[in-house]
Structure formats: C-alpha cells, structure tokens
C-alpha cells in the first residue's frame, strides 16, 4: 500500500510560483497513476491534474491548464505539480491521490471515487 505525503504549500502573492511535491512510503509511487485535487472549505474535492506512472500521459482540468504542469521523478519516487501565474481562486488545501486501478489515467481519471489513497494536504494561499 502506499502512502502519501505532500509538501511545498505556502503562502504567495498573485502572478507568484510554487511548486508543491508528492512523495510515498510504503510501496513505491513508481507503480502507480498520480493525481492531484484541491479543495476549499464548504466545496467539493476538485480535480487538478494527473499523470501516468510513465509520466508520458497528464490531463488538467481547465480552470489550471496552460499554468499547472504535473511532472514525475520515479528515481526519486516523487511526484512534482507546478503552478505558475498563480491567481486568488487557486488558494485550496491541494492533495495527492493514487487511484485504485493501475490503467486509470488522463481524461478517464479525474473523478475524485477513481482514487483511493491520499495524502494529508498541503495548504496553498494565493493573497490578491
């Protein structure tokens, strides 16, 4: 089983960078699809974007594409999502996700029940 941990959350101005990580314990990241969600008190978990275990396939959602990019490092058994041009509305407590099937990937994985192993959260603050 895997277990997930993200870190890099922080607090930034608007048009700031930041790039947050995903690492595991337990079995390696490296067998597993990895996707990212956020969520915002009183919302639901949304989808942010995914990765293949390759790292050959992502998918964003629209309200980050073009500023997100979701990168993997299976040496270092971590997932990377960077997120630049960063606006107030993205301000969410982001989480990592493996999903329970190893071939859920891309526009086929984006649904929040697909996923079954998170991390804690990490809490990203974006001031206007």
């Known amino acids: 089983q895997v277990q997930l941990v993200e870190s890099g959350g922080g607090l930034v101005q608007a048009g700031d960078s930041l790039r947050l990580s995903c690492s595991s314990s337990?079995?390696?990241?490296?067998?597993?699809?990895v996707g990212w969600f956020r969520q915002v008190p009183g919302k639901e978990r949304e989808f942010v974007a995914n990765i293949n275990w390759l790292g050959r396939t992502t998918y964003y959602s629209d309200s980050v594409k073009d500023r997100f990019i979701v990168t993997r490092d299976n040496a270092k058994n971590t997932v990377y999502l960077q997120m630049n041009s960063l606006r107030h509305e993205d301000t969410a407590v982001y989480y990592c996700a493996a999903p329970f099937k190893f071939g859920c990937s891309g526009n086929q994985c984006y649904d929040a029940n697909e996923y079954g192993y998170w991390g804690q959260g990490t809490q990203v603050t974006v001031s206007s």
């Open positions: 337990g079995r390696a990241l490296s067998a597993y699809a």
